[in-house]
């Protein structure tokens, strides 16, 4: 009895130490990373319902389950949860959190349509509302991942200290300011004075 308990203690100790770490390098365990962790489990849940109960997947010749498109499907999600680490591991870099938002809102808001699509294949009704979210989750992922977009992070001013990183460049507020500069004449199509 006392074996089972050193195994159950093991493996538990093991899967806290992975999501800790998963966590960490996920940029956090916030709002963010629940919805994309709930979006990716129900979505692939969802599919392995429609093949095996519904025979109707789009992901199989035959529409049924099949292992192989299960482990493709497992494999896909894993490759989200790289790219969402590469997307915290550049905010690091860049001192936002606009590309990993960017990157959990789309990644999100795919596995979301997907499920609605599921549901619809068992033929489970859901309200408009809960497509229309997914659509604007999807609208979001694409503001945040404009460089005209402005990320939503509190901004605290603190005083550079000497081994801090300083950017060489700064975007100016008019992205057409040195190009307006150098031209002699006034636009008239409009395209360019967005102040106007």
Same mark, same amino acid.
């Given at each position: 009895?006392?074996?089972?308990?050193?195994?159950?203690? *093991?493996?538990?100790?093991?899967?806290? *130490?992975?999501?800790?770490?998963?966590?960490?390098?996920?940029?956090?365990?916030?709002?963010?990373? !629940?919805?994309?962790?709930?979006?990716?489990?129900?979505?692939?849940?969802?599919?392995?319902?429609?093949?095996?109960?519904?025979?109707?997947?789009? =992901?199989?010749? *035959?529409?049924?389950? %099949?292992?192989?498109?299960?482990? =493709?499907?497992?494999?896909? !999600?894993?490759?989200?949860?790289?790219?969402?680490?590469?997307?915290?591991?550049?905010? !690091?870099?860049?001192?936002?959190?606009?590309?990993? *938002?960017?990157?959990?809102?789309?990644?999100?808001?795919?596995?979301?349509?997907?499920?609605?699509?599921?549901?619809?294949?068992?033929?489970?009704?859901?309200?408009?509302?809960?497509?229309?979210?997914?659509?604007?989750?999807?609208?979001?992922?694409? $503001?945040?991942?404009?460089? $005209?977009?402005?990320?939503?992070?509190?901004?605290?001013?603190?005083?550079?200290?000497?081994?801090?990183?300083?950017?060489?460049?700064?975007?100016?507020? $008019?992205?057409?300011?040195?190009? !307006? %500069?150098?031209?002699?004449?006034?636009?008239?199509?409009?395209?360019?004075? %967005?102040?106007?």
């Amino acid at each position: 009895m006392s074996n089972a308990r050193g195994i159950y203690y *093991t493996v538990l100790a093991a899967l806290a *130490t992975v999501g800790g770490v998963a966590a960490q390098y996920l940029g956090g365990w916030d709002q963010l990373t !629940k919805l994309l962790a709930w979006a990716m489990a129900i979505d692939y849940l969802t599919g392995a319902l429609c093949a095996a109960v519904w025979h109707k997947s789009p =992901k199989t010749a *035959t529409g049924g389950y %099949e292992s192989r498109a299960g482990f =493709k499907g497992l494999i896909r !999600k894993g490759v989200i949860i790289l790219i969402v680490m590469i997307a915290a591991e550049l905010d !690091k870099l860049a001192g936002t959190a606009a590309m990993r *938002t960017a990157t959990i809102l789309f990644f999100a808001a795919n596995d979301g349509m997907s499920i609605l699509e599921n549901l619809g294949i068992m033929g489970v009704p859901y309200p408009p509302a809960l497509k229309n979210a997914f659509e604007v989750l999807r609208r979001k992922s694409e $503001d945040k991942g404009d460089g $005209d977009a402005t990320p939503q992070m509190s901004t605290v001013d603190t005083p550079a200290e000497e081994d801090e990183y300083q950017p060489q460049h700064t975007l100016p507020s $008019d992205p057409y300011a040195e190009l !307006k %500069e150098d031209m002699d004449y006034k636009d008239h199509s409009g395209l360019l004075d %967005e102040d106007e």
